[in-house]
Nanobody
Framework: QVQLVESGGGLVQVGGSLRLACAAS????????MGWYRRAPGKQRDLVAT???????NYSDSVKGRFTIARDNAKNTVSLQMDSLKPEDTAVYYC?????????WGQGTQVTVSS
């Protein structure tokens, strides 16, 4: 079993920055993918960014150049540095881990960008 605990998030003004962090515990294998998804009000949950254990990254077009995902394999943590935030980035952000055919999710953390 895997547990994901997120931290960070909150309220920020347009153009500001926030950093999200997520710690994974339990049985973590070497082939995991970790990342972040988000769900804006009234919308489905969408990909933000993912990162493999070797460091390969994938970003949604809407956050490329503004968000940076990073991972610490020794600590089983993943972070998301969010810069140049826009009102459309307002959402609940979910930490994500995939391994051996299963998806795991954190409880979600609210990010609100005010104009």
């Amino acid at each position: 079993q895997v547990q994901l605990v997120e931290s960070g998030g909150g309220l920020v003004q347009v153009g500001g920055s926030l950093r999200l962090a997520c710690a994974a515990s339990g049985t973590i294998f070497s082939t995991t993918v970790m990342g972040w998804y988000r769900r804006a009000p009234g919308k489905q949950r969408d990909l933000v960014a993912t990162i493999t254990r070797s460091g390969s990254t994938n970003y949604s077009d809407s956050v490329k150049g503004r968000f940076t995902i990073a991972r610490d394999n020794a600590k089983n943590t993943v972070s998301l540095q969010m810069d140049s935030l826009k009102p459309e980035d307002t959402a609940v952000y979910y930490c994500y881990l995939y391994q051996i055919g299963r998806n795991y999710w954190g409880q979600g953390t609210q990010v609100t960008v005010s104009s």
